[in-house]
């Protein structure tokens, strides 16, 4: 079975301070990850994904298998980076089947 | 807490049937919830918003006549896949949300084939 782990609930920052949410997965093949963001009244939307490896308003993610890992970090927070983020995993099983799970996020207020 | 349960977890129909999916939260009232579809290699796309009592809102693209959306109580809301094709077969997700603004809570996903 495959999970996805974000160990906070919450994160508190100052502007300007360095910023890292953690995501950790579980599962046995080659995942494929994202994140995604909800701002405040606003729908999901995807802010990243591991295949990319894009930055997107400054945030970067990177796989690490052997940690299974795949933490968000921005190295300068802002205040509109207040929202909440979920870190989610798609495992892609044989006969073109898969699976996407959600970690449960985190949501992350930077505080002025 | 705060769990959201989707069943079935896969279904595999014929082309021309309809296939219903459930989304339960168990231990809280869902406000609002989401019907979302994920494709092979892309991100999520947000299907429908659900609210308890009123009629969903379809995003751009999606046919409300194909993908039904009921949301009778505030624990349940079903999608109903009208006359299935091959192409309708992908994973469907919702989620819920007790609160405007509280955090979302998923199910974990109802895999359609449809053959």
């Known amino acids: 079975a495959q999970r996805v782990t974000q160990p906070e609930k919450l994160l508190s920052v100052f502007k300007g301070a360095p910023v890292e949410l953690k995501c950790n997965y579980s599962?046995?093949?080659?995942?494929?990850l994202f994140w995604y963001v909800q701002y405040s009244r606003q729908r999901l939307q995807l802010l990243l994904r591991?295949?990319s490896r894009e930055s997107i308003k400054g945030f970067t993610a990177d796989l690490n298998k052997g940690e299974t890992s795949f933490h968000l970090k921005k190295p300068f927070a802002q205040e509109e980076d207040s929202a909440m983020y979920y870190c989610a995993l798609v495992g892609y099983s044989g006969a073109g089947s898969y699976q996407l799970t959600f970690g449960k996020g985190t949501k992350l207020s930077v505080i002025p | 807490g705060a769990v959201v349960s989707q069943h079935p977890s896969w279904v595999i129909c014929k082309s021309g049937t309809s296939v219903k999916i459930e989304c339960r939260s168990l231990d809280f009232q869902a406000t609002t919830m989401f019907w979302y579809r994920q494709f092979p290699k892309q991100s999520l796309m947000l299907m429908a918003t659900s609210n308890e009592g009123s009629k969903a809102t379809y995003e751009q693209g999606v046919e409300k006549d194909k993908f039904l959306i009921n949301h009778a109580s505030l624990t349940l809301s079903t999608l109903t896949v009208t006359s299935a094709h091959p192409e309708d077969s992908s994973f469907y997700i919702c989620?819920?949300?007790?609160?405007?603004?509280?955090?979302?809570?998923f199910g974990n996903g109802t895999r359609l084939t449809v053959t």
């Open positions: 591991h295949i």
């Open positions: 989620s819920a949300e007790g609160a405007p603004n509280s955090p979302l809570h």
């Open positions: 599962y046995s093949g080659s995942p494929e």
